[in-house]
């Protein structure tokens, strides 16, 4: 990262003013101009001080690298230390603050619910998602008729904001829709995207928000399913995870630099799941694609799904209930207790 006024000799730069859409941890080099503090939020110099090495100074320029490098210039003290002088004297004028998508302060979460032709799940599900108290955008891939103006109704009366896509592109392309909605806001750090068939519990996000990190545990779910391995168990913020790969579509939740390192989800055929729509039995695929078969997925780079059971269940899991004729082959327990005398059913 340099000012953008390098770029002519060197491609490779990012300017200042793209500091939104990646943490400083994205930058192996910074060349900050001494004249040009106002382009970073406070925190962002107290981090490149606390994290990175100087490696460079001069009366204009201090460069900084994510490691030590061999080789690189000795320079005079008095050079960097202007720097560091420089930063207490904007502490103590209360250097003003720019949004950075990775400051704690801006880390508030967007939710997705999509729903295609299951009004009546919509119902059910929509209520207690919104009580949870994060901002929530339906997206309803394509439904007609009295479903659709159910749907619209319902959505309204939750105070959630809603999309009626004009035809029906299937489930990944839904969750591309709504997933980009929210990466347009760089004050939204994580999404959570559900589907229409859910209970949650109420303090959801209050959970979740222990154990996520962006790095460490980028992605999440609240929903324990019997169909997929697990590989452990850990305990992070007084809270039991289990460590899993495949999860279910039903709830995923994600950093912001997650999602757009897997996105677009792609579609195996166009529209709602159907049986024989792909291969025999295929279905949207786009749990798999999220956490296992996208080359920047958690399951490729290593890692594991963080999953927090008790958080989210399925309450429609019978053939008839889904959109491709599938059966679950499961019921879910119940939530788990709110320590408040009452669940979501």
């Known amino acids: 990262m340099a000012p953008k006024d390098f770029l002519d000799a060197h491609p490779g730069v990012f300017g200042y003013g793209i500091q939104y ?18 382009y970073f939020p406070l925190e962002v110099l107290e981090e490149l001080r ?15 690298a994510d490691r030590p490098r061999k080789g690189a210039v000795y320079f005079p003290d008095v050079h960097y230390k202007a720097f560091t002088i420089a930063i207490g004297d904007l502490r103590r004028c209360e250097h ?7 400051s704690k302060d801006t880390a508030f979460c967007g939710v997705v619910v999509t729903t295609y032709n299951r009004p009546h799940a919509l119902s059910r599900s929509l209520p207690q998602i919104c009580r949870a108290g994060a901002p ?16 619209r109704d319902t959505a309204a009366a939750c105070g959630a904001d809603y999309l009626l896509l004009p035809g029906n592109r299937g489930l990944p392309v839904a969750l591309n829709v709504g997933i980009s909605y929210w990466l347009g806001d760089p004050q939204v750090a994580w999404i959570s995207c559900f589907q229409d068939d859910v209970d949650v519990h109420p303090s ?9 990190e962006p790095t460490v545990r980028p992605i999440l779910t609240g929903r324990l399913s019997g169909r997929h ?28 630099d997650y ?44 890692g594991y799904v963080a999953c927090l059971p008790g958080l989210v269940r ?29 669940d979501a059913r």
């Open 229 to 256: 391995p697990t590989y452990g168990r850990e305990c992070v913020g007084g809270e039991e995870i289990i460590l899993m790969r495949g999860i279910s579509g039903q709830h995923i939740h994600a950093h912001r």
């Open 136 to 151: 929530v955008l339906v997206v309803d891939d394509g439904t007609t008729g009295e479903g659709g103006a159910w749907n």
């Open 204 to 212: 959801i996000f209050a959970h979740l928000e222990k154990v996520q």
């Open 50 to 64: 606390a994290r990175f090495v100087p490696i460079f100074a001069n009366e204009v320029f201090v460069v900084f």
């Open 259 to 302: 999602w757009r390192g897997v996105l677009p989800i792609p579609s195996p055929y166009l529209g709602a799941p159907r049986p024989g729509g792909g291969l025999a039995g295929q279905g949207p695929e786009e749990d798999f694609w999220i956490s296992v078969w996208s080359p920047d997925s958690i399951s490729k780079k290593g």
């Open 96 to 102: 003003r603050e720019v949004s950075c998508g990775d």
């Open 314 to 342: 399925a309450f429609l899991t019978s053939a008839e209930d889904s959109t491709w004729e599938r059966d679950l082959g499961e019921q879910d327990g119940p939530l788990r207790e709110t320590g408040e005398g009452s």
């Open 21 to 38: 859409a990646f943490p400083l941890r994205f930058f192996s080099l910074v060349v900050l101009h001494k004249g040009m503090y106002d």
